[in-house]
């Protein structure tokens, strides 16, 4: 594809349902990353993947936050029982690999949780 | 990943002055990344510095890397409205992911 995709582009959901987001990385890129930015804030990285190595969780907030990733394609980032403090734009970016260049980010999806 | 310090947090300047954003490591760097995240937008790359002492320009913004391969810089010469936003370093050293700073929100006021 043209870039990194997200999808849905907005959500807003009840507390204590779980949700699930998707990104589509550029065709090729290794490494795939997710990061939660709040309102005026920076962004606070969640989770890398590279290729076929185990993804660096360092960042998931709590057990609640999952991802996965289909080999060098499609990522998703599941919230489970969401809280009103997990309402945020969950950014999505890949790059060919740690070290090798700029990272592609999406257009993010703005999770609102009420 | 790489902690660092990005300095100021926020600047507002008159069309037409400068502006200058920092970023400080306490550690020694592999490279640094310069990004910019316009309001409502998500960060876009600007530029890499991975040599000691470089120097990168882009028209009016000029980016170095320090001697030490500790700090950065971004100055931008003669601001102008479309420079408006929030500039991160992320700084890649030994951890496998970037580390981005906390942000510079810049303001410019016609």
């Not at chain 2, 028209?59 to 391969?69: D, S």
């Amino acid at each position: 594809g043209a870039g990194v995709s997200q999808s849905p582009s907005n959500k807003v959901t009840e507390k204590g349902k779980d949700v699930e987001l998707r990104c589509d990385p550029i065709s090729g890129h290794t490494a795939l990353y997710w990061y939660r930015q709040r309102l005026g804030q920076g962004l606070e990285f969640l989770i890398y993947f590279q290729g076929n190595s185990a993804p660096d969780k360092s960042g998931l907030p709590s057990d609640r936050f999952s991802a996965e990733r289909t080999g060098e394609s499609v990522s998703t980032l599941t919230i489970q029982r969401t809280q009103q403090e997990d309402s945020a734009v969950y950014l999505c970016a890949s790059s060919f690999g740690q070290g090798r260049g700029e990272q592609y980010f999406g257009p993010g999806t703005r999770l609102t949780v009420t | 990943g790489q902690q660092v310090m990005q300095i100021p947090q926020y600047q507002h300047v008159q069309e037409g002055e400068d502006f200058t954003t920092y970023c400080n490591s306490s550690t020694t760097l592999s490279n640094i990344q310069w990004y910019k995240q316009r309001p409502g937008g998500h960060p876009v790359f600007l530029i890499q510095l991975v040599k000691s002492g470089e120097v990168k320009k882009q028209k009016r913004l000029t980016f170095q890397f320090g001697e030490a391969k500790k700090n950065s810089s971004l100055h931008i010469t003669a601001t102008q409205t479309t420079d408006v936003g929030t500039y991160f370093c992320a700084p890649s050293g030994s951890a496998r992911q970037l580390t981005f700073g906390s942000g510079t929100q810049l303001t410019v006021l016609p």
